[in-house]
């Protein structure tokens, strides 16, 4: 019997095949066109970095009363990068319709620097799910993109399945900021076998009335989440 060929190395071929592709179509600044990289040193400078906001205690925004609705659930803190403001809004766009890894593994260098010892140290990182629908049109979940990124960066496990959305929420456009939140704290399940007793870095690419990752963030504790520490990569609102 002939012996098989020795498979060659998927990565490499995969490198060799972007460098090629990048010299022909040079990547294109994800925040203003420049062809050159995906993120450019202008934009970079041009980042309103989101600073600590919301909630003294955890960050979450003050949206909805008076008390946290973030800190009754547990140990929770929620972090922002930038500002969801150009150049970062046309990167999260970007993303949002480009499978952009190389974007997306800038995002979640950007994301690790937000990470200081006074989070708990995470075991896993659970991307906020989008629905079925939703994956289906669009082939692709961007925010599994950056997970699998920070994943990688700060070698801890990322598992997509341990939070899913059990129904479609129906659309948030002209609800008040308290109907938002009660039409989405119920949408998502998170398995106890993956996040019981677990610190749970949870992952979005964007932070407005905060109603999703307080929807996911309930599902977490609901299973049994020791702590969640929140990170998104633009923040609307303080
Ligand atoms: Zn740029
Ligand atoms: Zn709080």
């Not at 095949?17 to 990547?27: C, K, R, S, V, Y």
């Not at 008076?66 to 972090?79: T, Y």
């Not at 190389?102 to 620097?113: E, I, K, V």
């Amino acid at each position: 019997m002939r012996r098989s060929i020795t498979r060659p190395d998927m990565r490499l071929i995969k490198s060799a095949l972007q460098a090629g592709l990048d010299f022909i179509f040079p990547p294109r600044c994800a925040g203003c066109g420049q062809p050159g990289a995906v993120w450019c040193s202008d934009c970079d400078r041009r980042l309103v970095r989101a600073g600590v906001a919301g909630c003294v205690r955890c960050g979450f925004p003050r949206v909805v009363s008076w008390r946290c609705l973030a800190c009754e659930l547990g140990r929770i803190r929620v972090r922002s990068f930038a500002r969801y403001q150009p150049p970062l809004k046309q990167a999260i766009l970007r993303l949002k319709y480009h499978p952009d890894q190389a974007l997306a593994d800038r995002m979640a260098a950007w994301l690790s620097t937000l990470i200081d010892s006074q989070s708990d140290p995470a075991d896993l990182i659970v991307p906020v799910p989008l629905g079925d629908v939703r994956r289906k049109e669009r082939g692709y979940n961007q925010v599994e993109l950056i997970a699998s990124a920070l994943a990688r960066d700060l070698n801890i496990p990322v598992e997509a399945q341990s939070l899913a959305r059990v129904r479609e929420t129906r659309s948030q456009v002209g609800l008040d900021p308290e109907e938002r939140f009660g039409n989405i704290q119920q949408a998502f399940r998170a398995d106890t076998r993956f996040v019981e007793n677990r610190n749970i870095l949870l992952l979005d690419d964007l932070l407005t009335s905060g109603a999703t990752l307080l929807g996911c963030a309930r599902a977490l504790f609901n299973a049994g989440a020791s702590s969640v520490l929140c990170l998104t990569v633009g923040r609307t609102i303080g």
